[in-house]
Each structure stands twice: as structure tokens, then as C-alpha cells.
């Protein structure tokens, strides 16, 4: 169940989440049911997929949404050509959700159609499908023996979460727990071939500094994180991030006072409030972490996306559709937080860094910290010319596309964020 998945808006609206835990045979009914709403919406007889939605889908999506929906996917991938490959998952008992692999003409999409125990519609959405790993599944040569890795588990009972803690061989640093942005983010915070936490966990323990990652509880947990009725963002990030920064503490080779948060994205945005909540965490990284409300943000990304694909689906009716994707307590929450003040009341050193080519969280944000925190004591702002969102390196205006292309996060910002640990 994701809040707002907005580096896949232009490619449909997920209005469900399933977190895959089991895989089933190509037998399974429901995929034959999946490739049957695939042709339908290849046909554009949209009025038979909405026939089939539940009662939560149909609200978000009426038909001349799915026909937009539809209309823009084709403006970014082109015509879809071949099914590559296909599975069912059940995220949840009475739940199964199908996987397609599918090849457009532009790009491999992964179409995924979730559905309920009655057997309708209760999601569907476009993903990015990563055709090569960015990079092996083993740190390079170069690292090797110079950092070790663990399997940890952050909280427990329900909400437990696999993490992985990145551990330096020689003296330790620092420690710095990585908080994600929107959406059910693995481990790695995995978009299409691009690995953003696992390049920062293994460049920084590289550097001497340990790092612990971990799957996030809208991926882990979603179904029953669904059943929640007044999710904030305390259920989906915060409190998680807690317990992984007390877990970091009991390490006996990690100093408790050297403990430190990097958010990115939504984390970022949140890291000022994680650190409220957590008077020992030693000082903040935020990575694109905006400082204004969420849907100001969404609203100015459906703009702009619109105005890279024409024909594309309307930015206002988007937002409508976003709003309605997670329930009033959740944007009551956020409305009432500016990361910024909250920020300002803290008394420990942040480092708050944006790459300028970042269309999802932009220099407008980057300034909102700046008026509020420039010139404060233990606060260093930094930007990159070339960087995006995700902090990898590109030319030009930055799109969704770009995020289907390996990259890595550059040497420089690793050592700034190595540096400025050891600095504080």
C-alpha cells in the first residue's frame, strides 16, 4: 500500500501495493484472469476492466480515468508487443496479485493487477521492470575485506522488518540509519535497475562508517498495514526508523552517540521529526527531503510531467486521484508538520544535500531549508549541478525514463556525506 509511488506517477497511479511472499505456478487461474484485463485495455474496452473493479478501486478510478491512465502509458512505453512472463503472488490470505512481464515498444513494463477475495479488482498498476542488476549482488573488489555485511531484523512481532547492517572491518565512524522515501521501498530502495541504499551502504562503510537497511513496512507489511484505519506517516516510516536507530545503539563496536539518520525523499522530509521523537540521534543527512506539503509537491510534479507528455493524464484530476489514495488522517498529518521549523528547533548538526536536476523534490524545496536554516550553527546545504532524484548523474531535463537506466551514486557525495560524519 503506497502513499505516493511519485516517481511512477507518469506510468498509472498504484492504487494498490502487493508485496510478493509466495509464487505460484503458471497455472494459476488468475493469471489467465490478469492477461484478460491486459487485452482488454489493449482493446480499449475500459468499461469491461472498470466492470470488474471493487468498490475502493471504482472510487478512485472511473473509466475515463483508466482510458488516461492507459492513453499516457502508451505516450511514454509505445504499443505494447509481448508478454515476457508472468506469475502469481498472495501478499495476503484472499489476496492474490499477478505479475505480468510485458515488452511495449519502448521499454519492459511490469503490468500488475491485484486481486481480492471476490475475486475483483483490487489494484493495478505500470512498473518499471529492470532488465540488468546496476551492479552485482557482491560489493566490488575493491571494498572487499574492507566491510562485512549481516542480516539483522529491525522491531519485533508483527511489524518486524529483514534489515541488512553494513558493517567497516577497522574502526567505525559513525552509524547511520537509512530512511526511505514514498512508496513500499525495499532494502536497497530499488527504482527500476537503481539501487540508491545499497550504493550507500556499501560506499559508506567503505569509508568507515556502518549503515543499517532495512525492507519498509509498507513492502514488508502492507496488507496488514492496510487494515489500519488512521495511518499517518509514524505507522508507514517513523517508528521503524526509531527502532532501527536503538538497534544500532546496542552494537558493541558502534558508539550510541554517533548515531546518525539519512533520510531520502520522504525520509528526508521526515528526519527533522524522527529526530524530535529521538533526542539521541547525533545529527541529520537529508537527501531531497522537501519542505513543502506533499500534495504541493505532487501537484507541481503532475505539471511538470504533463508538460513532458502530451496527452498525458490531466495534473488536477491526478491529484484528485492521489488524495483519495490514502485516508484524511494521513494528509492531516502531514499538513500540520513543516520539516523545516521542526528542523530549526534542533540543536544537532545536519547536512542537507539536492541534486538540481531533481524534478521531484526541486531547488523550491532545497531554499525552504535554506531561509529557515542558513547561517545556522552545525548546518551544511549542498547541491549537485548534474544529479537527480535519486542523486545518480544525467544531462538535461530529468524524466521518469531516466530512472529505468543503471547509475550509481557518484564517489563525490558518498565522501561528502563520510566526510561530514567524521567532522560531527
Request: proline share 7%; charged share 25%; glycine share 10%.
Amino acid at each position: 500500500m503506497t502513499r505516493t509511488q511519485l516517481a511512477g506517477v507518469a506510468l498509472g497511479f498504484l492504487l494498490a501495493c502487493v508485496a510478493a511472499q509466495s509464487t505460484f505456478t503458471q497455472e494459476n487461474p488468475a493469471i489467465d484472469r490478469a492477461k484478460r484485463v491486459l487485452d482488454l485495455l489493449q482493446r480499449e474496452q475500459f468499461d469491461d476492466v472498470a466492470r470488474d473493479f471493487n468498490a475502493k478501486v471504482s472510487a478512485l478510478l472511473s473509466t475515463a480515468q483508466l482510458r488516461d491512465v492507459w492513453s499516457a502509458l502508451g505516450q511514454q512505453a509505445g504499443p505494447f508487443t509481448s508478454i515476457l512472463d508472468a506469475r502469481a503472488t498472495t501478499p495476503v490470505p484472499g489476496v492474490t496479485a499477478v505479475v505480468l512481464g510485458c515488452q511495449f515498444e519502448k521499454t519492459a513494463l511490469n503490468v500488475i493487477v491485484a486481486f481480492d477475495a471476490d475475486g475483483k479488482i483490487g489494484g493495478l498498476r505500470f512498473a518499471p521492470r529492470a532488465s540488468a542488476p546496476a551492479e552485482p549482488s557482491t560489493p566490488p573488489a575493491s571494498s572487499r575485506g574492507r566491510f562485512s555485511e549481516e542480516a539483522v531484523t529491525v522491531g519485533t512481532g508483527e511489524w518486524a522488518l529483514p534489515g541488512t547492517l553494513s558493517l567497516p572491518v577497522g574502526p567505525i565512524a559513525g552509524a547511520v540509519v537509512l530512511v526511505h522515501g514514498s512508496g513500499p521501498s525495499d532494502r536497497d530502495e530499488t527504482i527500476g535497475p537503481n539501487k540508491p541504499f545499497r550504493d550507500l551502504a556499501w560506499g559508506l562503510a567503505d569509508r568507515g562508517v556502518a549503515v543499517l537497511r532495512y525492507e519498509k513496512r509498507t513492502r514488508q507489511h502492507g496488507g496488514t498495514l492496510a487494515g489500519i484505519k488512521n495511518l499517518t506517516v509514524r505507522e508507514e516510516a517513523i517508528d521503524d526508523a526509531l527502532l532501527a536507530a536503538a538497534l544500532l545503539r546496542t552494537r558493541e563496536r558502534i558508539d550510541p552517540k554517533r548515531v546518525f539518520v539519512l533520510g531520502h525523499s520522504l525520509g528526508g522530509t521526515l528526519a527533522p521529526r524522527i529526530a524530535a521523537d529521538d533526542r539521541s540521534v547525533a545529527g541529520l543527512i537529508i537527501m531531497a527531503g522537501s519542505t513543502r506539503p506533499l500534495l504541493d509537491v505532487a501537484r507541481e510534479q503532475l505539471a511538470y510531467l504533463a508538460s513532458i507528455t502530451p496527452g498525458g493524464m490531466d495534473p488536477e484530476q491526478g491529484l484528485e486521484m492521489l488524495r483519495k489514495s490514502a485516508p484524511e488522517s494521513y494528509w492531516k498529518d502531514l499538513d500540520s508538520y513543516d520539516p523545516a521549523r521542526v528542523a530549526a528547533k534542533l540543536t544537532i548538526p545536519m547536512l542537507i544535500l539536492q541534486g538540481e536536476r531533481d524534478y521531484q523534490v526541486t531547488l523550491e524545496d532545497l531554499q525552504g531549508w535554506r531561509r529557515t536554516l542558513g547561517g545556522l550553527p552545525g548546518v551544511t546545504i549542498k547541491s549537485y549541478p548534474t544529479l537527480n532524484h535519486l542523486f545518480m548523474p544525467g544531462e538535461g531535463k530529468s524524466t521518469p525514463a531516466e530512472y529505468e537506466r543503471a547509475g550509481r551514486i557518484p564517489e563525490l557525495v558518498l565522501d561528502d556525506i563520510a566526510q561530514w560524519i567524521m567532522r560531527n
